[in-house]
């Protein structure tokens, strides 16, 4: 049984302190100290840090609902400095740790933050270059960072009334204010009512400057309430962490659902360390993207090619095995005699030594953000891994659907969560209401009508509900083709058609308004590299790769057997291959990972066009 009670409802600072008082002396949040360990700090020990801080916010002049900016890496830190913010009973701001110019100053204006707290020098960076554009008074800097050469300079030209100041001056000024006033702490996070606002939360958006969505504590402690009540969830449990937190899925389903069943958390170092650490945490639990299950499963199949052989033709007879398995697992029927004995053979021989990679306790898996695609569903659930693709969007803290251990549907984002309605339109999109459905979009009423009515909340996604009430989503109402012909067409089905293949890493779907679908292919490299290599093809760098025409020709391939059995309409007949990656460095993808197409489209607007230009550099797709 987990640490979790339904009593806990008041507010996220009065679950932390009732967890405090229950498993003061438990590990909460680990990460690596300097020898590359694991070093943990105790319910107790962050309870201290996170009372040091909140007062000296208070000390600061944080009133009750001020909103309070957080922009820094997903590391234990964050995790204090929110339940610091929220126990003043404040409201906190989160800021990607990666944006930059507007993206940090829109933020922070649209909100009004007088105070940020920074996770780095390289994020104080990105505050400092907007802090004229701003009305921030105070930027909170880890310890250390005043002796850097960017805080120095920035303290050096710091206009009248601005300050920055070190995390450990800010919790000597907290220090200082519980000795005034030994009862302020308690006062400030138990006046919260589960109703007031928690967190303004800027969507990444695709389009525009990001809305700030609403959420107040309720909205998220329903939400984790509607998980916990069909997920079990043992107090043992060690949960992984390493997407943003300033996304809502790692925040709620990854950081608060673990709070509230009283877990320990541990972090990852960075993400060129997943793997490794992956390993030495051996977590229970975990939340993911899509993008990186791809990685993975991208990963073991190069293993295995490399590896060739009878490791090589093991790996791919014991995925069929896997998958047939998948599919009985999933509509919870036993399984035939003679697959129970190929399983457990293969079990023993391929899929235990890959679970181990992930340090044998892996329990639950969650993935979110974006479709995660039948294929990897059937994989990774054939592999013995328990992931649970669910729906949602920071409007709806974020879980309005969710599949579960032996009730799931492959390509299904699963059923409502409790005391959740989902109902689609007349016009195809997902509509919601329930507890866990945001307030409204800060200081943007407009935005706020167009989305929210009579409590039903207009997801912008487009989908559709099965007899046994599982919700597939087919793509996002803007994203939607109309062709030439004026057919409707989904991309995002067609382009996860094609990045189930080993080549394919990335596609961008074109074709508003246009005769027929084009699209622009980013190779996997690293499975493209090692395949030229084998087939002897000289190359000088990526660009001169994707110019050879045996490459052309085989990717003009791939893509017409990927889509043959699509209808006319639906198929891709010209593509460009890519040789640099969409990232969200360059703003070309969501923090989730997912594709800004207009933003791509304006971006690379000669790149789309070329692809209808009768004398364009593009490749014919081979449907023959």
């Not at 939340?287 to 293993?303: A, K």
Request: glycine share 8%; charged share 25%; net charge negative.
């Amino acid at each position: 049984m987990s640490n979790w009670s339904k009593e806990m409802t008041a507010s996220i600072p009065s679950v932390f302190q009732a967890q405090v008082k229950k498993l003061g002396d438990k590990d909460f949040l680990a990460e690596k100290n300097a020898s590359g360990e694991y070093e943990a700090q105790t319910y107790k020990q962050v309870a201290e840090e996170v009372k040091k801080l909140s007062l000296g916010l208070v000390a600061l002049g944080v009133q009750p609902r001020d909103h309070v900016g957080l922009m820094m890496e997903t590391k234990a830190n964050w995790v204090i400095s929110d339940l610091a913010i929220l126990s003043a009973n404040a409201v906190d701001v989160p800021i990607y740790p990666t944006n930059k110019g507007e993206l940090v100053s829109h933020p922070l204006n649209n909100a009004g933050a007088k105070i940020v707290i920074a996770g780095s020098e390289e994020v104080f960076q990105a505050i400092n270059d907007v802090w004229g554009d701003t009305g921030l008074e105070t930027v909170i800097v880890p310890d250390g960072s005043k002796s850097s050469k960017v805080v120095k300079e920035a303290t050096n030209n710091l206009s009248e009334g601005k300050q920055i100041l070190e995390m450990q001056e800010v919790k000597e000024m907290g220090k200082k204010k519980d000795e005034e006033n030994p009862k302020l702490f308690e006062e400030r996070w138990t006046s919260i009512d589960k109703h007031d606002l928690c967190s303004i939360i800027y969507t990444s958006g695709t389009t525009g400057l990001p809305k700030g969505v609403m959420l107040t504590h309720d909205n998220f402690l329903s939400n984790v309430r509607q998980m916990l009540e069909r997920v079990n969830i043992e107090d043992h449990y060690v949960t992984f962490s390493f997407l943003p937190l300033s996304h809502v899925l790692e925040r709620n389903v990854g950081y608060y659902a673990s709070l509230c069943c009283g877990l320990t958390i541990k972090y990852a170092e960075n993400m060129d360390t997943l793997a490794d650490d992956l390993a030495k945490v051996a977590p229970h639990f975990m939340v993911s993207v899509p993008r990186i299950y791809e990685r993975i499963y991208d990963r073991l199949v190069s293993m295995m090619e490399e590896e060739g052989g009878l490791k090589k033709k093991m790996f791919y007879k014991a995925e069929v095995v896997g998958r047939e398995y998948a599919r009985y697992y999933s509509e919870n029927k036993p399984l035939p005699f003679g697959l129970k004995m190929k399983y457990n053979l293969y079990d023993k021989l391929v899929f235990k030594k890959i679970r181990d990679r992930f340090g044998g306790r892996l329990t639950y898996t969650i993935s979110g953000g974006a479709p995660l695609g039948v294929k990897l569903s059937e994989f990774f659930v054939g592999l013995g891994l328990s992931v649970m693709e669910g729906y949602g969007l920071t409007e709806t803290s974020p879980v309005i659907t969710h599949n579960l251990p032996g009730k799931l549907k492959h390509g299904s984002v699963g059923t409502a969560a409790p005391w959740t309605d989902v109902r689609i339109a007349d016009d195809g999109e997902v509509v919601v209401k329930g507890p866990q459905v945001f307030q409204g979009y800060y200081n943007n009423p407009e935005a706020t009508a167009e989305v929210l009515e009579d409590g039903w909340f207009y997801t912008g996604d487009v989908g559709y509900i099965d007899q046994d009430g599982f919700l597939f989503i087919t793509d996002r109402k803007k994203d939607l083709i109309i062709t030439a012909g004026g057919k409707n067409v989904a991309p995002q089905p067609i382009e996860g058609l094609l990045m189930e293949d080993f080549f394919i890493g990335q596609v961008v779907t074109q074709g508003d308004q246009k005769k027929f679908l084009a699209a622009v292919l980013v190779p996997n490299f690293e499975n493209l590299e090692e395949y030229a290599k084998e087939h002897g093809i000289q190359y000088s760098n990526r660009d001169d790769l994707i110019q050879k025409e045996e490459i052309k020709k085989m990717y003009a391939k791939k893509v017409g057997e990927r889509l043959k059995h699509l209808p006319s309409h639906e198929q891709i007949k010209r593509i460009k291959l890519r040789s640099e990656e969409f990232t969200m460095e360059k703003k070309e993808l969501t923090p989730t990972l997912k594709v800004k197409r207009r933003f791509i489209f304006e971006k690379y607007k000669d790149m789309f066009e070329d692809l209808y230009s009768n004398d364009g550099d593009f490749i014919e797709v081979d449907y023959s």
